[in-house]
T-cell receptor, first 114, second 115 residues
Framework: EAAVTQSPRNKVTVTGGNVTLSCRQTNSHNYMYWYRQDTGHGLRLIHYSYGAGNLQIGDVPDGYKATRTTQEDFFLLLELASPSQTSLYFC?????????????FGEGSKLTVL | AQKVTQTQTSISVMEKTTVTMDCVYETQDSSYFLFWYKQTASGEIVFLIRQDSYKKENATVGHYSLNFQKPKSSIGLIITATQIEDSAVYFCAMRENNYAQGLTFGLGTRVSVFP
């Protein structure tokens, strides 16, 4: 069974604060993704990565940085958090073409920016 | 432009009946993959079933089945013999040729199953 673990599960910060969301997968997948989920917008892709050291821009990247330090670990960074970034964040991994691109999701990280 | 559209915001059904959800998609690719995911009340997102565009047979897994109508760019999800635990939000998603870019999701359909 694929395993994707996110931390923290809940985070409250203030406007202008610095936040790092962590994701670790033990699936030996090459591809990792960060999505945000908002009512009325569904799941939207922020950043993704092909492998360690690689970073690709998704559909809603503004205000976010990401870093893939190893095959297992993918981080999402909010350096100057804003209330508009209050959301539920999901990390996902995929073996890419090897499994037709199916995503395996983490449990989600709820971020509140006051 | 939205590539995956789920027009039904919510559906309520009685337990042990059948529920059908609609999804239409847009793509220029000749080969693509369509997925359905379920998000439970706890927020967990779980893969349910997949349809490969080149396959004519509708996929079936347990009490989930798909109604794939390629000429209409439509992929409906059918849940038979619904249970209370099927209450969730169901997302349709598509993967085009560039598999590295992940999936494009619809906005979801909330299903409520009542006893």
């Amino acid at each position: 069974e694929a395993a994707v673990t996110q931390s923290p599960r809940n985070k409250v910060t203030v406007t202008g604060g610095n936040v790092t969301l962590s994701c670790r997968q033990t699936n030996s997948h090459n591809y990792m993704y960060w999505y945000r989920q908002d009512t009325g917008h569904g799941l939207r892709l922020i950043h993704y990565s092909y492998g360690a050291g690689n970073l690709q821009i998704g559909d809603v990247p503004d205000g976010y940085k990401a870093t893939r330090t190893t095959q297992e670990d993918f981080f999402l960074l909010l350096e100057l958090a804003s209330p508009s970034q209050t959301s539920l964040y999901f990390c996902a991994s995929s073996a890419g073409q090897k499994n037709t691109g199916q995503l395996y999701f983490g449990e989600g990280s709820k971020l509140t920016v006051l | 432009a939205q590539k995956v559209t789920q027009t039904q915001t919510s559906i309520s059904v009685m337990e042990k009946t059948t529920v059908t959800m609609d999804c239409v998609y847009e793509t220029q690719d000749s080969s693509y993959f369509l997925f359905w995911y379920k998000q439970t009340a706890s927020g967990e997102i779980v893969f349910l079933i997949r349809q490969d565009s080149y396959k004519k047979e509708n996929a079936t897994v347990g009490h989930y089945s798909l109604n794939f109508q390629k000429p209409k760019s439509s992929i409906g999800l059918i849940i038979t013999a619904t249970q209370i635990e099927d209450s969730a939000v169901y997302f349709c998603a598509m993967r085009e040729n560039n598999y590295a870019q992940g999936l494009t999701f619809g906005l979801g359909t909330r299903v409520s199953v009542f006893p």
